[in-house]
């Protein structure tokens, strides 16, 4: 399995940003998928996961702010409003044939993408 996110760059706070991740290969098997990130001399931090059922589960920071969508198999979306400048590190697409989203990301079997930035200047 591959995942290719898009979407980072530039943005000021207050502003938004919407990341997708594309994935391909063998995803037949795939359940939840989802965002992690991670800012220099962080630890990486759950941002959002979604199931295939559509069940959402969002890192605390973010609640309210952030939606994560899922439009098919293969394609996962993030939108991000209200952006801070907390909010900036590097963004990295997940997806797991775990099929409890508690579980997303924390298994050395999961998929990972390359991530993409997001700068959000104050």
């Known amino acids: 399995v591959q995942l290719v996110e898009s979407g980072g760059g530039l943005v000021q706070a207050g502003g938004s940003l919407r990341l997708s991740c594309v994935a391909s290969g063998s995803i037949f098997n795939l359940n939840g998928m989802g965002w992690y990130r991670q800012a220099p001399g962080k630890e990486r931090e759950l941002v959002a996961i979604i199931s295939t059922g559509g069940i959402r589960l969002y890192g605390d920071s973010v609640k309210g702010r952030f939606i994560i969508s899922r439009d098919n198999a293969n394609t996962l979306t993030l939108q991000m409003n209200s952006l801070k400048s907390e909010d900036t590190g590097m963004y990295y697409c997940?997806?797991?044939?775990?099929?409890?989203?508690?579980?997303?990301?924390?298994?050395?079997?999961?998929?990972w993408g390359q991530g993409t930035q997001v700068t959000v200047s104050s």
């Open positions: 997940v997806a797991a044939q775990e099929k409890n989203i508690l579980r997303v990301g924390v298994k050395s079997s999961d998929y």
